[in-house]
């Protein structure tokens, strides 16, 4: 059978910092500008999540959306939606909450839930013009 990739979108609303705590405020602002505010800052996160994999010739499906949908709100956006990343989700407690590393975290929680055989890719948008995507090591 084909290989085809399905996406679902979804979206969280979450705050957080960026910064490192064995830096001065100053280093931080040098490196992290206006987005190592000590008081936070917040973004409106889009997320697609990608599954590749073979089309199921029982069903038609790579995947079963609707059970995608309820694994993403599971998983993220009940996990960090209107969040305070740095303070409310235990995987930033000692990890800066960049797009980067949301992007790992979010793919770590999904796929431990995901058949093995199917190849996942998180695209996370921080911006409209600003995001990241990983798909595994």
């Known amino acids: 059978m084909p290989k085809v990739t399905v996406h679902r979108k979804a979206h969280f609303n979450a705050a957080h ?13 040098d490196v992290f500008s206006k987005c190592s505010n000590p ?7 889009e997320l697609i999540v990608s599954l590749t994999g073979e089309i199921s010739k ?3 499906y790579v995947y079963d959306l609707g059970k995608l ?16 990343l740095n303070i409310d989700v235990k ?3 000692d990890l800066n909450p960049t797009a980067e590393n949301i992007s ?3 793919y770590n929680k999904l796929k431990k ?13 921080e911006t409209p013009r600003n995001f990241v995507s990983y798909s595994g090591d």
């Open 104 to 106: 790992v975290v979010i």
């Open 91 to 93: 995987e930033f407690k």
């Open 17 to 29: 910092r960026l910064y490192r705590k064995d830096w001065s405020d100053e280093k931080n602002f």
């Open 58 to 60: 029982e069903t038609g």
């Open 69 to 84: 949908k309820d694994l993403i709100k599971s998983e993220v956006e009940d996990a960090f939606d209107h969040k305070n």
């Open 113 to 125: 839930h995901l058949p093995k055989d199917l190849e996942l890719e998180i695209t996370l948008y």
């Open 39 to 45: 008081n936070f800052h917040g973004h409106n996160y």
